[in-house]
């Protein structure tokens, strides 16, 4: 009996790949990446990003730029779940990952802060009233579990995680679930600092790789128990089969060199899924395009699941969206496995002898029921998602 | 689930025996914190002292983190030394570390750094330590725990949160340990704000009873709890429900209500519409200070009580309500014990906690 109890009912995405689900895929089919210099915020840092182009006016808050990017994404996961603006009358748990948004780190008010011992309070009430999971539940009136998972870059992943474990302990019916992060000035110093960003366009598992770009966006996942969708009348035909989540227990911004931890969270999440390595047809995987991370995570990649694997990473038409990758990928990956194909691994062009495996170079058809979503976080924790479709009746 | 062993490091120590004398001895004031020249009030914090985070071994495993994270790693590094459970299987060993501000000191130098030195020159090691997860981190390479590790952040639920987390993973038996805690610094950006938009004591007490107006003293430290469903015969004590923002947080009364009142709402009122006459009322956030996730200390001080059957004293005893307060230490007989918190929206988070 496979694990199919907890059913995706909507999806919804912004990135710089497109402001919704069917903008992305088509620029996905078409290959279209958007990435350029900083606009957002002043920089002297040279860095290409991958901005958000336009955010829908509705979902503005001000100064909150993560938060509404979470309510674009939450908003069109409603909608394709047949949901609307009022949850009061569910029982629905929100879980969303961030990085940035769990931070004040408003330069502004810290420099006015330091030098006259007084600043305004205006970013600290924002602050105090941006949490993200809250900020949601508030919004859409919910009464449930809420949770903001401040999990460095695996956030979205572990958020997703949290709600599957929710929903098959009973204390929720419907989830929102993923992640949201925005660009800021902040982590692009920060990662700067570490020399893993690049100053060109990011090439994930190529041998030439030079480092990651930074990104933002939001993605959510509807997710919900058998018995709810069948009330609200719901036919969805995905589904989250599976969680794992593992520690490397090794350093704070390394990946452990045997990816042990990686292929624990994976070999987790496809028990839960109650399926075996080969029945996986394609990774979406965190591929940021660091030497380190693509080193280790095409290994594993490769030992579990063989050189034949089809397999991509996103960041190309992206970047890292931190916080917000887990669940955006987990929407690409929802949406791809749905439709049957998955985009060419954008900036893939050679092959690096030190990786048994590569990424897909075109669009790819897919065959078969399951898809894998991996993420990998500063801390060393690793997080695998397993997204199934359903056979219909 | 249960629990098997506590760590706490808090202003007066580390350890649940200093944790218990404190309760035992009572309020002390707090220490006289320096200030920016721009205020001329003194500020009064619950800090934890340089010596607490003395354990060379522990200490030197983590020489690059910041305080924040030292402080979960020796209170984590406790409840899992003081539960027996040395021997538990660590790739079953799961974390959830609760903030909720989070590495904001560490955080801050960083900003000091863009500041100081421009965007391009700010430090590496400073960048990875303000990293919200940090700390749960150390404590999983510390200890050596290869189960899942999460960090979540809530202002004041984040520990409830965590518990609630926990509740369903070891269920799932995703894991069979979880160290679930919180770990909170205090800085000097964060005693600003405090100044600005709440009452600090003026006297340096927290007065948990009076609701209305409220006096904060900021606090520190950090709190864990080794959790299980395993080796029931040694737990300390059952978590028997989380309730947050749900309803039933009332339908089940304790033998002691236990609230988090410290000042960090402007109003507290709504705490008495939950107590009853009947079930007698205590608070022991004047021995730690105003904690956003404060709730952790206030089950350690549970779990002591039903572990010794021992009701102790509120430190602060003034009483305007006329409330059924536990105003003097003394045996008692708790079976059940309920922990309550509100935050600014007015909803309420209950942890129960039972004798084994």
Known sequence: MKNKSVLITGLGVISAAGSNLPETMENFRRGLAHSGPVTLFETTLPYPVFEVRKIPASFLQES?????????????????????DDLSGYRVGIAMGTTVACQLNDLEFYKSCRESGTAPMHPVDLYLKGNIAEFISRRYKTRGPSLTLVNACSSGADAIGAALSWLKNGLCDIALAGGADELNRVPLCGFGSLGIVSHEICMPFDRDRTGLNLGEGAGVLVLETENSAEERGMAPDLCLTGYGSASDSYHLTAPRPDGAGLEASIRRALADSDIQSDEISFVNAHGTATQDNDVVEGNVLGRLFGSGLSMLSTKGYT???????GGVEAVFSAAALREGWIPSSAGFRNRDDRIPLMPVREITNIAGDYALSTSLAFGGNNAALVIGRRQRA | MNILGTGIVFTRGQG??????????????????????SIHEERRAYLVEHRTLSDRELMKKVRRADKLSKMAVIAASEALRNSTGEDINRKKTGIIAATALGAHVTTFDFLDNILEYGEASVSPTTFSNSVHNAAASYISSVLGTEGPTLTVTDFFFSFHNALQLAQSWLLEKRCDYILAGVTEQYGSVQAYVHDTKLTAAPDGRIRPFNFNPTFQVPGEGSVFFLLSHKEADKALCEVHDVLVNTDGCDVLRGDLDVIDTDGLLADESHY???LSGEVPVASYTPLFGSIMSGSAFTCA???????????????????????????ETRPG????????????????????????
């Open chain 1, 64 to 84: 909150q730029r993560t938060i509404s990017l979470a309510l674009c994404a939450v908003a069109e996961a409603l909608h394709d779940a047949g949901l609307g």
């Open chain 1, 319 to 325: 970047g890292h969206t931190l916080g917000a990758a």
């Open chain 2, 16 to 37: 649940m025996d200093s944790f218990e004398r404190a309760l035992q001895e009572g309020w002390r004031s707090p220490g006289i914190v320096p200030s920016p020249p």
């Open chain 2, 272 to 274: 008495l519409q939950t």
């Open chain 2, 301 to 327: 001080a549970g779990v002591r009580m039903l572990e010794k059957q021992m009701i102790y004293a509120s430190p602060v005893k003034e009483n305007p309500h006329g409330l059924n307060i536990a105003a």
């Open chain 2, 333 to 356: 007989v708790i079976e059940l014990l309920r922990c309550i918190r509100y935050n600014c929206y007015g909803n309420k988070a209950v942890i129960y906690l039972r004798k084994k």
